[in-house]
């Protein structure tokens, strides 16, 4: 079973740059390993997800239209870890991050493991 161990949230300005990991026990075949969040008073959703290598039913990665350009998904070669990197932060991207894993499509109803969640906060 896949477990997930997640790290790197904290606080950062409007504009500034934060980076959260996330160390998996394993990366099946045809999983994703990705990240949702869930901001105060709205639902969570889908920010980014990584797709193995061996799906070849969907792109590698999925982007969010809100992070596209900013956010970067991305593993070591062996995918024990898996990084977000969120650059150019707004306020609107305050939100408890979820490092999750699941199948087929990064949709939080696919997911099977989630991680224990990091806090995102803006401190403008």
């Known amino acids: 079973e896949v477990q997930l161990v997640e790290s790197g949230g904290g606080l950062v300005q409007a504009g500034g740059s934060l980076r959260l990991s996330c160390a998996t026990s394993t990366f099946p075949n045809d999983y994703f390993i990705g990240w949702f969040r869930q901001a105060p008073g709205k639902e969570r959703e889908g920010v980014s997800c990584?797709?193995?290598?061996?799906?070849?039913?969907?792109?590698?990665?999925y982007y969010a239209d809100s992070v596209k350009g900013r956010f970067t998904i991305s593993s070591d070669s062996a995918k024990n870890t898996v990084w977000l990197q969120m650059n150019n932060l707004k306020p609107e991207d305050t939100a408890v991050y979820y490092c999750?894993?699941?199948?087929?499509?990064?949709?939080?109803?696919?997911?099977?493991?989630w991680g224990q969640g990091a806090q995102v906060t803006d401190s403008s």
């Open positions: 990584l797709f193995s290598s061996n799906s070849t039913d969907h792109d590698s990665t």
């Open positions: 999750a894993a699941g199948f087929d499509i990064c949709l939080e109803d696919y997911i099977s493991v």
